[in-house]
Structures are given as structure tokens and as C-alpha cells.
């Protein structure tokens, strides 16, 4: 169930489109808070009592791209996203995709339709943005139950934290998601469809080249860990899988 009157953060320059949502967000019963700058939204979302549980965030915005403030969300705030966007093409969806968006709504839009994936993405999210509920100690990822991997790999479930040779790796939601379903079983190849309801909330959403620009940016994160190792595994044709021996 969700929580009374859920903070929705609209990050909006467009005063009669941010209105016109922040009225239709009060009228489902959420307690919207509208910014007109990415700026002025990461000011407001430090704030430890900002009780925002989604972000409604413009691509087009005065200061900076709402890809680039949604980059910078996701090292603060574990919170979904819904992007708004006057371009509905592949490519910028494709680019939404990859950063983490939960949804991806093209302008002109009904507000109705937006308030109701605003509670499809609360309802997927549990209304808390994905972020862990208890504390759980930190353990070794293992090799398809055999022996543990602590030098090479930790996942701290809790915290939704992996690291690889000691190193938290700085990842998205969707990376995260990803690469902790390969973890889970060492030696396994997931195809891009497993991947998809393993890694988006949304698997419909979600494109095969969009797995494949994941999988890549995980990798590259991890060669800057350890360039000499490859531990993701193509299988041309059927997906990806961990090795065994990491």
C-alpha cells in the first residue's frame, strides 16, 4: 500500500504544463512539489526531509539535460524516475532507458495518463524508490553454491551495493540489477529477455540493444577495476553469462 499523499517532485520549465500536473497529481491524492530547474531539484532532493518517493523530470531543461540531472540523482537519491520529453524518438528513449528511467512519456500528454504510471511505477517500486527496508551484512557472492568469491566479488543485498576486488562500483539501477542476476548463478547465460524482467521494472519497455549498452557500460566500469579481466561473458546469438572461474 502506498504511503499517504506520496511526495512527487515535477521538474518542469514550462509553467502551464507543470501546473497542469501538479493539479492532477494534488487530485490523486499525492503531494506534488514543482521545480523548474535540474538545478534547483537536486538542491531540493538533498534535503533529508524532502519525502519525495518519484521524480517527474523534463529532458528539456533551462540549465542542464534532464539525462544529465537524472545522472546526478542517481548517486543521491535511490528514487524512480518518468521522463518527459518533446522528442519521441528511439534515440532518446534508448537514452532514457539506459540512465534508469522507470517510464518515458512524449509530449503532448493527458495528465491522467501520466498520474496513472506514476502509480504503476509506486506500485513496481513499493512506493520507496527501490531502496533497501533492512540492514543485511555484507557477503561473498558464490560460485554456483561451491566455494566463496570474497576476493573478487561482494554484494551487499541491502544496500544494493556490489563490489568487484574491493571497489563498490559506481552503478544505475538497471546495471545493478543486471549484473546481480548474473551474479546470483556463476557460469548460467541469461538471454537479453531473462535480463530484462531480471534488470526493468518495465521488461516491455526495454529494447535488446538497450541490455546490450548496459552490459557494455558494466564492463567498462569493471576493466577500470581490473582492465586485464573480462568477467561477462558473450555467447553469440543465446546472451550473457559470469564466469565461473572469477
Not at 59 to 81: I, N, W, Y
Request: glycine content about 8%.
Amino acid at each position: 500500500m502506498l504511503p499517504a499523499r506520496p511526495g512527487i517532485l515535477v521538474v518542469e520549465d514550462e509553467a502551464s504544463i507543470a501546473e497542469t500536473l501538479v493539479y492532477a497529481l494534488q487530485t490523486e491524492g499525492f503531494a506534488p512539489t514543482w521545480k523548474s530547474t535540474g538545478r534547483d531539484a537536486l538542491e531540493f532532493l538533498k534535503q533529508p526531509d524532502s519525502g519525495v518517493v518519484l521524480v517527474v523530470l523534463d529532458v528539456g531543461l533551462p540549465d542542464m539535460s534532464g539525462f544529465d540531472v537524472c545522472r546526478e540523482l542517481q548517486r543521491t537519491a535511490a528514487v524512480p524516475v518518468i521522463f518527459l520529453t518533446a522528442r519521441s524518438g528511439e534515440v532518446d528513449k534508448i537514452v532514457g532507458l539506459e540512465l534508469g528511467a522507470d517510464d518515458y512519456m512524449a509530449k503532448p500528454f493527458s495528465p491522467r495518463e501520466l498520474t496513472a504510471r506514476v502509480r504503476a511505477v509506486l506500485r513496481r517500486s513499493k512506493g520507496n524508490g527501490g531502496a533497501a527496508t533492512a540492514p543485511a551484512p555484507a557477503t561473498p557472492v558464490r560460485d554456483s553454491g561451491r566455494r566463496p568469491q570474497v576476493s573478487t566479488w561482494v554484494h551487499d543485498d541491502a544496500k544494493c551495493r556490489i563490489s568487484y576486488h574491493g571497489q563498490a562500483l559506481d552503478l544505475t539501477r538497471n546495471e545493478y540489477r543486471l549484473l546481480a542476476a548474473l551474479l546470483a548463478s556463476p557460469g548460467r547465460v541469461f538471454n537479453r529477455d531473462q535480463l530484462m524482467t531480471a534488470a526493468w521494472d518495465d521488461p516491455g519497455a526495454a529494447l535488446d540493444r538497450t541490455v546490450d549498452a548496459h552490459v557494455k557500460m558494466v564492463r567498462a566500469k569493471l576493466r577500470e577495476i581490473a582492465p586485464d579481466a573480462d568477467p561477462i561473458v558473450t555467447h553469440r546469438g543465446l546472451g550473457y553469462s559470469l564466469r565461473e572461474d572469477e
